[in-house]
């Protein structure tokens, strides 16, 4: 006795496995790139308690870390076109990763700059540096080394949450493989290709995060 | 220009008439953290070429003194003057005095993701938007007078605490300031290195650089003052010159405070 593995069914198969895959990392991509640049603006106004838009990245940031995902796309594809605002399923997904990977960005990006110590920041002014530029040459550089392995880890966190676009309809992977065991009750073959499938994106990116990870504590920063 | 009219420049003895002209002049300042008062009423006038030594007790206020010339902290009430302009206005733009004011800190504060080098050019390049190759020779006429050329590319952590505190001097001295701020620059440091900071400041007193130093090295300020200034419980208790204060202090508090380096 004992399963036998369909084999037929995961080679027949893979080719759409690969294509979600395709979509999973477009997604994250995107996503990621927003949410870091959301996350910085967050950090930055929030770290030189710059008035007004200081209290609303925090109001944004509660928000955004306090409902779920699925939360946040219904009401981007099902709520907002009630108001006459409608988004094609991408860019909606996008907008839904981005709102949501902006405040766990600027929460690391905070950790980073805060890790700063005063010192560093009063000897860029005693040369005569500006606010934007004690950021840029300073704050920043320094703020991403300590920040790094919990930027990473959003990543990884980001690219995972892309498993419940389907109520956007998209074809990610999780819903292809619901929609293969639906169609086919080969459930095994199907899960077994999710697994692989998210492990395949996933593994290179925490190795290569950890690599990262290891070249910026070895770049030894602190006096 | 030229090396040689770089380190020309660099290297001049400022002329002897400039002496005596008031640099900086401080009336009735008054500091305070959250209504406790740190600095009560001082009043100090330092003119140009002159090294003032700033001696007194953990806690009275030399170090915040210092910190208000170069507007790192906030005052409550006076004046401070340099060269005439009133620095303590609203209006006052300090990313411009504060090339004119060098200071040096206690803990280095050298920018550890970059070189030595880099570290000095930052400020003559995106601050002063000097040429490259025109900071570089100046960087390097002052790396050499302190022994830290071949230094220049290394990481701040590479560096021994002696070196780091002589390659944060050169940072502030490669801006050209008219005056130059010592915040307890040996007090961390191992003892066979202080020396070696110590004679970067001497050397830099007899090239008639103006000079605030606070410092707990009674030899030093002795060797190098041309005042000093004691300092107790937020006030200017005696300036005099090194010769009457070390001999003769006039009050009881300078006196107790002396006698604590007698052994």
Redesign the interface.
Known sequence: MGYMVDTAFIVKFTPLYIEAMGLVLELCFFGVLFSLIIGLFCAIVRYYRIPVLRSAAGVYIELSRNTPLVIQLFFLYFGLPRVGITFDSFTCAVTGLSFLGGSYMAEAFRGGLEAIGRGQIESGLSIGLSRSQLVRYVALPQALAVAAPALGANVIFLLKETSVVSIVALADLMSLAKDLIGLYYKTNEALLMLVAGYLILLLPLSGLFRFAERRLRYAGFGN | MTDTMILDRLNAVKPAEERGAPLLEISHLRKEYDGVPALRDISLRIDKQEVVVVLGPSGCGKSTLLRCM???ERIQAGEILLDGGVLTTEKTD???I??K???V?Q???????MTVLENIL??PL???KRKRKEAETAARVLLERVGLYEKRTA???QLSGGQ?QRA?II??LV?EPEIMLFDEITAALDPEMVREVLDVMLELARSRMTMVIVTHEMQFAKAAADRIVFMDEGEVVEDSPPGDFFVKPKTERARRFLNIFQF
Do not use: C, D, T
């Not at chain 2, 803990?107 to 993701?113: I, K, Q, R, T, V």
């Open positions: 170069n507007g790192l300090w990313r411009l504060r090339q004011i060098g200071m800190f803990s280095y504060e050298l920018f550890p993701h930052l400020g995106k601050v002063q990481f701040p952590r780091k944060a940072r502030a801006m």
